[in-house]
């Protein structure tokens, strides 16, 4: 078993290789007509996370960080209720049909949703998932560049239509040498992935139709009889949708996020991204047309592909058990998608040898950057990436991982943490299991372990200033309650909330939290100190830290106080890029005097 799954990590890493190699020679390059996307399209939650987005894309376009001869777009959700990633698509395609027409029935499309403001990986929530910055590459990589250059294959072999993914999701995947994965039949198309039946009640599970075969291919076209959204395991059996890898001739599937499938296992087919043709995108264009405004949450996932194949039934959409809020018109909405879609044919292509993974959260990015992980090793992710640090990185276990920063010698950064965009200075110790974004810190500092600690520029009466948000990796920002006498149930560093603004001789009011007082988290408290220099905002933040830490008393009212939400009204997106870009140009310069000294 083992011997098979090293087979299928090579296989994996060649193919991923294969396809940076390609990408790359992409970049910065005019494309020639059908050799890439004709449109690159993000989904933003608001204007604000348009403008971010813009100004990034605008970057990487002047740096020749992209393809060229694409048109990139940011699609902004309307002003108003949240409508979800399935809200987000119909939105987009009222965009594209506004920008160009009937034109655009011609073009082959790449839709990514990155509208969330990531609140369980915070230091993506200023400049957004698909900006996520990956351990390699020169420029570094970030999660845009990964998705163009893992689809690099695509839009050759695909007919007008979009493609639907999501920012913060890895798909690798290995077929044969004269293979290609094609999107061209009616309808729907999806990927699949076979995982365990634990990963499936977290995902959509494809029903497959029965199907002729001798032994399975590393690539099989499929039809799908009925898509799960996050079914039960008793779901899966009771609707066939488990196979039993006993019959899987290669004995060498894994189950990317999870552990590989043991032999004898059961397994199923979970989904990822999902093309559909131009014809079916126009028919979801006129359904969004004729509603006028959406005011409930639609996921594309689960509203769209759930309407699909003929055994879908309309029984799910009553159901709200994986609805995070439930509007009163959802049930509607959702029968009129169902009975709009019935009868629309929902195609698999079947990926024997591939992993799906996600990263979402702090543990997810910590686990994948900084651990012997198989994406480590499958996607050539770097312990020290485009960095200066002399210290050299654990071999085995655990290891520190080190992007685009530049920290001082005599730092210490222990092993499981990760740091990115940032400067340390000689008496800066990072315990373990950290996660420190844009932030420089000169001064003597200890960061304790688990601990979360990410800057921002802000624009504030026209004055720039910092702040840092600063707590624990395993904190729930999302954790919310209803009045201030709950604040107790909330905690801040593994500590109640409520200790915590003792600490800090805070008090409980109304005004330590913006936005909707009837929804108080750790989102939107007022705890944050906005200081006039980025090193003053982390000292200080790390001063309230660890106050909570060895529970003596840190007073935070002599500051101004803002809560991470109210941090993200105030970005400046212009200064955190301009930082990042002083802290490029450094590594560069150090590089460029290093190869001279040695030749």
């Known amino acids: 078993m083992a011997a098979a799954n090293a087979l299928l990590g090579v296989a994996l890493r060649e193919a991923t290789q294969r396809k940076l190699q390609r990408f790359s020679e992409l970049r910065g390059k005019p494309v020639a007509a059908g050799e890439f996307w004709d449109i690159v399209a993000i989904t933003a939650a608001d204007e604000k996370q348009e403008l971010a987005y813009k100004q990034q894309l605008s970057e990487k376009l002047k740096k020749k960080e992209l393809p060229l001869g694409v048109q990139y777009h940011v699609f902004v959700d309307p002003a108003g209720a949240k409508i979800g990633n399935g809200g987000s698509t119909l939105c987009a395609l009222r965009c594209l049909e ?27 929530s200023a400049l957004g998932k698909i900006f996520t910055a990956l351990p390699f590459g020169n420029p570094i990589y970030q999660m845009l560049e990964l998705k163009l250059a893992m689809y690099i294959d695509f839009p050759s072999h695909m007919k007008p239509g979009i493609l639907v993914t999501c920012a913060d999701d890895i798909e690798l995947y290995s077929v044969g040498e004269c293979e290609f994965i094609r999107f061209d039949k009616p309808g729907f198309t999806a990927l699949a992935h076979p995982s365990s039946l634990t990963v499936g009640t977290t995902h959509g599970v494809f029903v497959l139709e029965p199907f002729n075969y001798l032994a399975y291919k590393d690539l099989e076209y499929r039809c799908c009889h009925r898509f799960l959204h996050k079914p039960s395991i008793e779901q899966m059996h009771h609707f066939n949708a488990v196979c039993r890898a006993g019959n899987f001739s290669h004995q060498d599937m894994a189950g990317g996020d999870t552990t590989p499938l043991k032999l004898e296992s059961e397994y199923v087919y979970t989904d990822s991204l999902f093309y559909m043709d131009h014809k079916t995108a126009k028919k979801l264009l006129a359904f969004y047309e004729k509603i006028g405004t959406l005011n409930c949450e639609i996921d594309a996932y689960g509203d769209f592909l759930q309407a699909l194949g003929p055994g879908a039934t309309v029984e799910y959409t009553r159901n709200t058990s994986n609805v995070t809020k439930e509007e009163a018109e959802l049930t509607d909405i959702r029968q009129r998608i169902f009975h709009l879609l019935k009868g629309t044919s929902l195609n698999v292509v079947v990926l024997n040898k591939s992993k799906f993974y996600h990263i979402g959260t702090t543990e997810e990015y910590l686990f994948h950057f900084t651990s012997e992980s198989s994406l480590k090793s499958e996607l050539g992710l770097q312990s020290i990436a485009f960095s200066i ?105 593994g500590v109640c909330f409520l200790s915590c603004l003792n600490i800090w001789n805070l008090k409980v009011t109304e005004e330590l939290f913006s936005g909707n007082k009837t929804c108080l988290s750790l989102w939107n408290a007022r705890i944050f100190p906005a200081c006039s220099s980025l090193s003053d905002s982390v000292t200080t933040s790390l001063k309230m830290l660890n106050a909570v830490r060895n529970k003596s008393p840190f007073s935070l009212n002599k500051y101004k106080l803002l809560s991470i939400e109210e941090m993200l009204i105030y970005k400046d997106v212009e200064d955190m890029i301009t930082y990042r870009e002083q802290i490029f140009l450094e590594i560069t310069l150090n590089r460029k005097q290093f190869d001279l000294e040695a030749s």
């Open 98 to 124: 506004k920008l160009y027409g009937d034109k655009w029935n011609s073009f082959t499309i790449l839709l990514i949703h990155s509208g969330g403001y990531s609140q369980r990986l915070p230091n993506a």
């Open 389 to 493: 640090f002399s210290t050299t990185p654990k071999c085995s276990g655990n290891t520190s991982c080190i992007i685009q920063s530049i920290l001082d010698s005599g730092c210490s950064v222990a092993t499981g943490s990760v740091v990115e965009y940032s400067r340390l200075g000689p008496n800066v110790s990072v315990g373990e299991n950290c996660i420190v974004s844009g932030c420089s810190v000169i001064t003597e500092a200890v960061l304790p372990a688990d601990s979360f600690v990410c800057s921002l520029s802000l624009k504030m009466n026209g004055y720039l200033k910092y702040s840092t948000m600063a707590f624990g990796v395993q904190d729930n920002l999302k954790r919310n309650v209803k009045t201030l006498s709950d604040i107790k149930l909330l905690q801040f560093f």
